[in-house]
């Protein structure tokens, strides 16, 4: 999500961590049987074993390296290898343990460090025909837009570097979107509000890099702004067709509005405050159209509460709405992304990948369940996933280790593709090499690698830190797709459902308390604030 200035939460690897040691020290105390300890929906959602990270027997590690890298398909256990030698932006290397051919598309004559990386697993690196790449460098809202050759899968040169409007006005490039049909148009808005420049404020744009040129397609501030300090944040587009932006203000840390517009006939379809009813109860951080653009999804901004409202959707076509609670029987999802009509995520209290028709957000299917090969789930990764793939029935996510606890080590720091039709089939591409603690620009947020995926599926664009080399680079990885899978049809219901308590269960993790929420500019006097990331 966007990194405008972010209130960090207890991480849930803090959370875990805490959790354990209470347990344990109440275990040594009390003599309690750890392994049956009784929990509640409030508790640190935790497996039931709170042994903390157990190493792997040598007959759980296949000796990958010995037998030659190749796309896995089993969930046996595959360390990390000693690092490749490290080439120069545009060398290439293979996987080898998976057999991927990668490539390094940035390197410190580029940017200095902490480096160059994806914004997020939603937002496309790759425009439409995968002939440039989009990248975030520093940490203060710097670009670059680099060639590629997709056929020859080469590097090119640097076509454009954190282009400006007049007056030296910045634009949020996090959140910048390639269109989904030309390949030389991205949309941008501009960073901030000063009434010393014109161009700043609620102004979206689009822009060409092959002539440089930005060009004015909406400002919201005559019909929605009333003169006031507003500004843009956090954009998600659809099909070229359906924008969604948070109305901001100066001074205010948290957005007042969601704008949803329709570009075709330059509608504001709607202009929803944070504080309505229908949206969860601490607020929302974003608000995510699907493929289609009919369906927004507003997840919360604050941390689990039992019972309470996680995700709100509106049906566009309907005017109609749905929610999703901190159930165990909605097992809302996180870090997930979306299809046409559909919703991909991790299910926060069963830890399995899942699919709903978002006709229908109750009716969940489990898909990849994240157990190893002896069927036990590993709790210590966290991921991000993306359906931005033309082929909706595969989803790509990257992993990487957050922590000890319940450590199997199975999927560890790896980039992969599961089905979203067969819980059974799932490809495992590459280790991404980023080792991630947060304890500096080069091994934090910025390092995780939130892969992105072209939409042919050939390519997939990653950050990694190489094992904590002191700076985070973009790499790009060629894959050959799998081959598309029948999708099911997805029956659409005529009205919502109330969440079933019946279906509720044992909480199994809390949820992702390190994807840090929102709390908006800072008013430096600037003319454009730099993004960072608290």
């Not at 910048?176 to 030389?184: E, G, L, Q």
């Not at 996933?385 to 080590?409: C, I, R």
Request: aromatic share 8%; glycine share 8%; proline share 8%.
């Amino acid at each position: 999500m966007l990194a405008q200035p972010y209130v960090k939460q207890m991480s849930r690897r803090s959370i875990l961590l805490i959790g354990g040691a209470v347990v344990l020290l109440a275990a040594s105390l009390l003599g309690i049987h750890l392994a049956r300890t009784a929990r509640t929906p409030l508790s640190p959602h935790v497996p039931n074993s709170v042994a903390i990270s157990a190493s792997p027997s040598n007959a759980d590690i296949d000796a990958a390296v010995d037998s030659g890298g190749t796309i896995r398909t089993d969930r046996r256990i595959y360390l990390e290898p000693s690092l490749p030698k490290l080439p120069r932006a545009g060398g290439k290397f293979v996987d080898p343990v998976f057999g991927t051919e990668i490539m390094r598309a940035s390197d410190a004559t580029d940017f200095p460090a902490p480096g160059c990386s994806t914004f997020y697993s939603q937002w496309p690196t790759f425009n439409s025909n995968n002939t440039h790449l989009l990248i975030r460098c520093g940490n203060s809202g710097d670009m670059k837009i680099k060639a590629f050759d997709p056929v020859n899968f080469t590097l090119g040169a640097t076509l454009r570097t954190s282009p400006t409007l007049p007056g030296g006005v910045t634009l949020t490039w996090e959140g910048a979107t390639w269109s989904h049909t030309d390949p030389d148009l991205i949309f941008v808005h501009v960073n901030y509000y000063n009434a010393d420049h014109p161009a700043t404020g609620m102004k979206l744009y689009s822009y060409r890099p092959s002539t440089n040129v930005f060009r004015l397609i909406k400002d919201f501030a005559p019909s929605l702004a009333g003169g006031k300090p507003d500004y843009l944040f956090e954009m998600h587009v659809a099909q070229d067709e359906i924008f969604t932006l948070l109305h901001k203000r100066v001074g205010k840390s948290e957005p007042l509005y969601t704008i949803i517009w329709k570009r075709s006939t330059d509608t504001i379809l709607k202009h929803i405050a944070t504080n309505d009813s229908h949206l969860p109860p601490q607020g929302s951080n974003a608000a995510l159209p699907d493929k289609s653009g009919r369906w927004i999804v507003f997840p919360s901004n604050g941390s689990p509460v039992a019972g309470e409202k996680r995700e709100a959707v509106l049906d566009l076509s309907k005017n109609s709405w749905q929610s999703i609670y901190w159930t165990g029987g909605d097992d809302s999802p996180s870090h997930g992304d979306f299809g046409t009509g559909t919703m991909v995520g991790i299910g926060q209290w069963s830890g399995a990948a899942s699919i709903r028709p978002l006709s229908d957000v109750h009716a969940i299917t489990k898909l990849f369940d994240m157990k190893d090969a002896n069927g036990v789930t590993d709790w210590s990764n966290d991921k991000h996933t993306t359906m931005y793939a033309d082929d909706e029935s595969w989803a790509m996510m990257s992993l990487y280790d957050e922590g000890e606890f319940q450590e199997t080590h199975a999927f560890e720091n790896e980039v992969m593709q599961f089905s979203t039709t067969d819980p059974s089939k799932f490809r495992r591409l590459l280790h991404h090499r980023s080792h991630i603690d947060n304890l500096s620009d080069s091994t934090g947020y910025w390092a995780i690698p939130k892969a992105t995926i072209s939409r042919d599926g050939r390519f997939i664009a990653f950050t990694s830190n190489w094992e904590n080399s002191g700076r985070y680079d973009l790499f790009i990885a060629r894959i050959d797709p799998p081959a598309p899978l029948a999708l099911p049809a997805m029956k659409p219901s005529e009205a919502p459902k109330a969440p079933s308590s019946s279906k509720a269960a044992r909480p199994s993790r809390v949820t992702q308390g390190s994807k840090p929420g929102r709390t908006g500019a800072k008013d430096s006097g600037k003319i454009i604030p730099p993004l960072r990331r608290q």
